[in-house]
């Protein structure tokens, strides 16, 4: 064992938690799959350590999930993915460039100190001022400065309109530190939140213990044991043994199904806000057309694969937005493209792709990474679109060498997945507006409309949420027309946990919210 970066490294112990000696570890109960002591502590598996437990600094998956059990937000999603008080109880904007804030009294730190407005100006002020290096910096960087009138109250003054910037200081992306925390806080993190840090082991878990002095009602449980198993089938097997108590979006859908008859193991499954796309790139000769891009959605049976692939637990998706969204349109406001092979032949005709050699009109290569579910959908969506003559190449590779390929624009179509950003509607001007090509942002297939900037630019200084709907409403109607990229389906919520647990209720955003206030029994 040796000490890197001030955790502990145990690869040797992961190293054998995983891969073929899985089954024989989990038949003799090595430390891997060792129960804790206390009952009421909750064992959960998860794929691996987080990269940073500050969520000033922490962008993964892991940190931001962990993390928002041991800290708080100024303001909470609620399943609409309308922002809802939390820190902040209420906040007014009196001008575009000025947002005023009003705190919770009351709120404490886990060591006692008390929340107040100038920890939430550290926080802020650390992420944009140079005190950290961090890629969330730029969500906050409208802020031109910060005053604190009093205790509980702080103005952020802009430096332009930032609709979005409330946004970002919301659940699962932002937390309140205490001022004064530097840039190694995230070793050993005092938040406000449900849970206290206990301790860490890089590749091993995170050790978290009940606040019973949560403002916001102490949790049910003692503490939560976060386990970082890498592997997959060592994940159902310790579900299935005992020795884990829940797993969330841990498991491929056959091991999940695998498990519906495990008596011990109960599943939740329901809606998430993740959406899985494929995008082009519109400025390749042959997508160059949007007759095209049409023709390929046409093409697509993407109810087949999800009823093959994903076991049904999908939900087809018309837009980057989560299903049920404040900003979504309906379905009804946009252009649709069934299945239809015999339109999608009538719309490349129209755009002078007649049949060749072997009925073929077009070659397209699509790039992936090596990812099973993603391999898989590629190989039929390669079937599905040779019926209307295009011939679909498929290109994997390993995640870091297909995400330069992408970020570099050298693809002509990509299929990839938004986690948490498209939760803000603000994901259209990073991902379609003109001023976003990388690095500024994630415009990799380099589409550009006019008209798609200006209502974007509206829509980020707009306050009226109704106006702002609106406008957003209509870039989803032009990019539905254009078809720039096609939103595929949101893969379910599928959470796995013993059956000693009640009240597991998961949140579309994937949170571990629910940890809060599920209940153990048992022994």
């Not at 009138?149 to 937390?175: C, E, I, Q, Y």
């Not at 160059?288 to 109810?303: E, T, Y």
């Not at 006019?450 to 409403?473: G, H, I, N």
């Amino acid at each position: 064992m040796t000490f890197f970066g001030g955790w502990l490294r145990a690869s040797t112990r992961r190293r054998w938690c995983t891969g073929a000696a899985s089954f024989l570890l989990l038949a003799s109960l090595t430390s891997c799959g060792r129960r804790p002591a206390n009952p009421r502590t909750v064992v959960m598996i998860i794929e691996s350590s987080p990269n940073n437990l500050d969520l000033r600094q922490g962008t993964d998956a892991q940190s931001e999930r962990v993390g928002g059990v041991i800290f708080d937000a100024l303001v909470k999603k609620d399943e609409h993915y309308n922002l809802r008080p939390w820190l902040a109880t209420h906040w007014e904007q009196p001008d575009p460039l000025t947002l005023i804030l009003h705190l919770r009294d009351g709120v404490h730190f886990h060591d006692g100190r008390p929340l107040e407005a100038e920890d939430v100006a550290w926080t802020i002020r650390s992420m944009i001022d140079g005190t950290l290096v961090t890629a969330k910096g730029g969500s906050l960087s409208s802020v031109a400065r910060i005053d604190v009138p009093d205790r509980l109250t702080l103005v952020l003054h802009l430096k332009h309109p930032d609709a979005g910037l409330l946004f970002n200081m919301s659940d699962g992306l932002f937390g309140v530190v205490p001022r004064g925390s530097g840039r190694d806080f995230g070793l050993h993190p005092i938040g406000s939140g449900p849970f206290k840090f206990v301790s860490a082991v890089q590749d091993k878990e995170v050790i978290v213990a009940r606040n019973p002095d949560y403002w916001a009602g102490a949790p049910k449980i003692d503490g939560v044991r976060f386990t970082v198993v890498p592997d997959a089938i060592t994940s159902a097997l310790e579900l299935r043994k005992g020795s884990a108590d829940l797993a969330s979006n841990v498991l491929t859908l056959d091991m999940v199904h695998a498990l519906e008859s495990a008596s011990n193991v109960k599943i939740e499954s329901g809606p998430s806000s993740v959406v899985i796309y494929t995008n082009f790139n519109v400025n390749d000769p042959v997508l160059r057309d949007r007759r095209v891009r049409q023709a390929i959605a046409c093409a697509m049976d993407r109810q087949a694969i999800v009823d093959a692939i994903w076991r049904g637990q999908a939900k087809l998706a018309d837009t980057l937005l989560p299903a049920g969204h404040w900003a979504a349109a309906e379905p009804a406001e946009l252009a649709q493209y069934p299945h239809d092979v015999k339109r999608a032949e009538r719309l490349l005709d129209e755009a002078g792709f007649h049949p060749g050699p072997g009925g073929i009109r077009l070659h397209i290569t699509l790039k992936t990474s090596t990812d099973e579910a993603t391999r898989l959908m590629a190989i039929v969506l390669q079937q599905q679109l040779r019926a209307a003559g295009i011939q679909l190449d498929i290109r994997a590779a390993e995640f870091g060498t297909f995400y330069a390929d992408v970020t570099r624009g050298a693809f002509q179509m990509y299929a990839l997945r938004w986690i948490g950003s498209n939760e803000d509607p603000d994901i259209f001007r990073y991902t379609y507006s003109s001023g976003a090509f990388p690095p500024k942002g994630a415009n990799r297939g380099r589409y550009s409309n006019p008209r798609v900037d200006s209502l974007l630019a509206a829509a980020a200084k707009e306050t009226d949420q109704k106006k702002r709907r609106a406008e957003y409403v209509e870039v989803q109607k032009i990019l539905a027309e254009d078809l720039p990229g096609i939103p595929l389906w949101y893969p379910n919520n599928e959470v796995l946990h013993s059956t000693r647990i009640d009240g597991v209720k998961p949140e579309g955003s994937g949170t571990f919210d629910y940890l809060r206030s599920i209940t153990v029994h048992g022994n």
